[in-house]
């Protein structure tokens, strides 16, 4: 069965402390991998996506990182701002042919502290 | 770009009423929407996909008949919930992809929370 799995379900941090958040995922057949953020009360944002492993990307404080089994994101020196639910998700190929269709991994809540 | 809306972004109805939510891509056209409900402090749980055109494919468990889609045009797409129960209070959400882009990005709209008394 495929599924997606993220760690921790929430996370405490200092501003300033880096961390990582982990997106674990089994799958048959990765078509692509997507990271969003999600404020309360509002639509995912789309953040990134990635494709093959070794993959990296990164967008001014994240960056965001994929293996054969996993992805992690990574929050370097985060401010209050940050805070928010990181949402992974997975496109696969058996399931989405041309639709697209994404698994979500039930998100990791961060709080930066000031 | 990849701007999508939703209207209204909240509703109150009573119990057995139907409601109408909009969802639009603003600055791209989209062949694939996708309507998902969240229910609080979880994930997005995908209802169903819609294709400009054809009919819409739902998730194993959502009621066709209660929860309508439609997909008129390459920008917008609808969701009616027909005889509206205070159980299907919940906060939705679309979503769609450009087709003129390869890579399967999603791209959400705001929400649309409704409350059914």
């Known amino acids: 069965e495929d599924q997606v799995t993220q760690s921790p379900e929430a996370l405490r941090l200092q501003e300033g402390e880096s961390s990582s958040l982990n997106c674990s995922y089994t799958v048959s057949g990765l078509r692509g991998l997507f990271w969003y953020r999600q404020d309360p009360g509002k639509g995912p944002e789309f953040l990134f996506t990635?494709?093959?492993a070794g993959e990296e990307k990164e967008k001014e404080r994240l960056k965001a990182t994929l293996t054969k089994k996993e992805s992690f994101l990574h929050i370097t020196a985060p401010k209050p701002e940050d805070s928010a639910t990181y949402l992974c998700a997975v496109q696969v190929d058996r399931w989405s042919g041309n639709t697209g269709k994404l698994i979500f991994g039930q998100g990791t809540t961060l709080q930066v502290k000031p | 770009g990849a701007v999508v809306s939703q209207h209204p972004s909240w509703v109150i109805c009573k119990s057995g009423t139907s409601v109408k939510i909009e969802c639009r891509s603003l600055?791209?056209?989209?062949?694939?929407m996708f309507w998902y409900r969240q229910f609080p402090k979880q994930s997005l749980m995908l209802m169903a996909t819609?294709?400009?055109?054809?009919?819409?494919?739902?998730e194993q468990g959502v009621e066709k008949d209660k929860f309508l889609i439609n997909h008129a045009s390459l920008t917008l797409s609808t969701l009616t919930v027909t005889s509206a129960h205070p159980e299907d209070s919940s906060f939705y959400i679309c979503?769609?992809?450009?087709?003129?882009?390869?890579?399967?990005?999603?791209?959400f709209g705001p929400g649309t929370r409704l409350l059914v008394l």
């Open positions: 990635l494709y093959s």
């Open positions: 819609s294709n400009e055109g054809s009919k819409a494919t739902y």
């Open positions: 600055d791209f056209q989209a062949t694939t």
């Open positions: 979503s769609a992809r450009d087709r003129e882009v390869s890579g399967g990005e999603q791209y």
